[in-house]
């Protein structure tokens, strides 16, 4: 929706010509001509941007902005101002720019620069706004935790009170089980919440990539390098570092990695000066980190530097009492996301739910409603639309292919045996053609083979 702009100036002429200017080039305008005007204005009409006289007989400019920052907290939502002044007051302009006004202009005004300062105010706002709904969309995201059950109740107290500290947190559990929700949580629960809450994901990345990722880089550390970059772990400065997947970590990392966690202090790539951090530190795996380290896989030391409170997550099957709940909360979240209001899940649709093993934890469940949401074209949802993988209960691909030709069920095994070790690989198809001895391009060919059959059904 267009804003309007409010043009504030005692010149009735000069109020004319601009209101002129700007209804020509398509903006909607209002007017005043004295402070006192602007002031009702601002509060009745909500104004999408001011364009404000800083001289004024009764309220000049400069009082306006006092009045309003008084009123800020009444008047959500202040537009941006720009402030007009004559020749020779520059202080004043500056002074308007103390107090948060957008940009000056000098009288006589230059109507394509005021343009192009007003594009630029107005393109700040939106960003502004479409900021404030991205953070309510991921604070609502990660805004509910489910705990019925008296183990996750407990859990949740206990992480709330390490919240408190500046301890490093590890998080521990299965994929999917709320690693990510908790160490928000955390933050959240921390007196660190006003300030940066920063993801790594240590596994996504190739080992110098991820260096520069968490450390940054001076000018001129690599052709390419042609200036300096903060990296994550300076960004995270004051607030909380989570290191997602911390168990896939390369081993030449983990050893830098140790020493921040010591020092608290690191070199930028191709640097030689020490930058210090305060930084709080959460770190998460789904893998068992005691078993690397056994295994030489993980430096034994970082584990322990880490492994200061740790938390386990348990699987989602071992508290099969939330699944309703968790359910219903993903419910609502995607009728409201997708606009189809009144849904609701059929005991049918529950009953398959308990008996489901949940491999993918709480992912798995928020998906299969998202999923269910979107293909239900009735209110109801039932068991059909969940589309529950049946590979829990026990090898009912091998099963059904009784009634296959011995070629088609030859297929189909094939199919099943590649889904389990892309399940056990995370999706990595590398892995999981190394794991089967395949050649991956081979793996590839058949995911993609599948895949087009899927479609066509599908259509
Ligand atoms: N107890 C809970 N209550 C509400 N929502 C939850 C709960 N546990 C998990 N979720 C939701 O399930 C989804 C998956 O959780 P999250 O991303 O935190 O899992 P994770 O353990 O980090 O998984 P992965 O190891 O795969 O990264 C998120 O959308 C999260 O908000
Ligand atoms: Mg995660």
Redesign the pocket.
């Known amino acids: 929706m267009q804003k309007n702009i409010l043009v504030v100036d005692d010149d009735p002429d000069v109020v004319l010509m601009l209101t002129d200017r700007l209804e020509s080039l398509g903006y909607a305008t209002l007017s005043a001509v004295d402070g006192q005007h602007a002031l009702e204005i601002l509060e009745s009409e909500k104004p999408g941007l001011v364009l404000l006289d800083l001289e004024m007989p009764r309220m000049t400019g400069l009082e306006v902005m006092e009045k309003l920052a008084q009123e800020q907290a009444r008047l959500s939502n202040l537009p941006p101002i720009i402030v007009m002044t004559a020749h020779g007051t520059i202080e004043r302009a500056v002074e308007a720019m103390k107090r948060g006004a957008f940009d000056f202009l000098m009288k006589p005004l230059d109507l394509d620069h005021l343009t192009l300062v007003m594009q630029k105010a107005l393109e700040r706002e939106a960003l502004k706004r479409h900021v404030a709904v991205l953070r309510e969309d991921v604070d609502s995201?990660?805004g509910?935790?489910?705990?019925d059950t008296p183990a996750m109740a407990s859990l949740i107290a206990l992480i709330k009170r390490a919240a408190d500290s500046d301890a490093t947190v590890l998080l521990l559990?299965e994929?999917?089980?709320?690693?990510?929700?908790f160490a928000r949580s955390i933050h959240q629960w921390s007196r660190r919440i006003e300030n940066p809450f920063v993801v790594i994901n240590c596994v996504a990345l190739t080992e110098t990539l991820l260096e520069n990722e968490l450390f940054g880089h001076e000018k001129g550390a690599f052709t390419g390098a042609t200036t300096q970059q903060k990296g994550k772990v300076e960004l995270a400065d004051n607030g909380t570092l989570f290191l997602?997947e911390i168990g896939d970590m390369a081993p030449d990392l983990q050893a830098k990695l140790l020493r921040l966690l010591q020092d608290r202090e690191f070199h930028r790539v191709g640097g030689t000066r020490l930058v210090q951090v305060n930084i709080r530190v959460i770190a998460?795996t789904?893998r068992d980190l005691s078993k690397a380290v056994r295994e030489g896989k993980f430096r034994e030391d970082l584990f322990h530097r880490l492994n200061v409170i740790s938390f386990s997550i348990p699987p989602l099957r071992d508290r099969p009492d939330e699944i309703p709940h968790?359910a219903d909360?993903f419910l609502r979240r995607y009728t409201k996301e997708m606009g189809k209001p009144g849904m609701r899940l059929t005991e049918a649709a529950l009953g398959a739910m308990h008996r489901y093993r949940w491999p993918g934890n709480?992912?798995e469940l928020?998906n299969a409603v998202a999923r269910a949401v979107v293909l239900s074209t009735d209110r109801e949802i039932g068991p059909e639309h969940l589309r529950l993988s049946r590979d829990q209960e026990e090898e009912p691909q091998v099963r059904e292919a009784s009634d296959l030709s011995y070629h088609e069920a030859m297929e189909h095994y094939r199919y099943y045996l590649i889904e389990q070790a892309l399940k056990r690989a995370r999706g990595n198809q590398t892995k999981a053609a190394e794991t089967l001895g395949l050649q991956r391009s081979y793996l590839a060919r058949v995911l993609k083979q599948k895949r087009a059959e899927a479609q066509k059904d599908d259509q």
């Open positions: 995201r990660y509910t935790i489910v705990a559990g994929s999917g089980t709320g690693k990510e929700l997602d998460a789904n968790l909360l709480v992912r928020e």
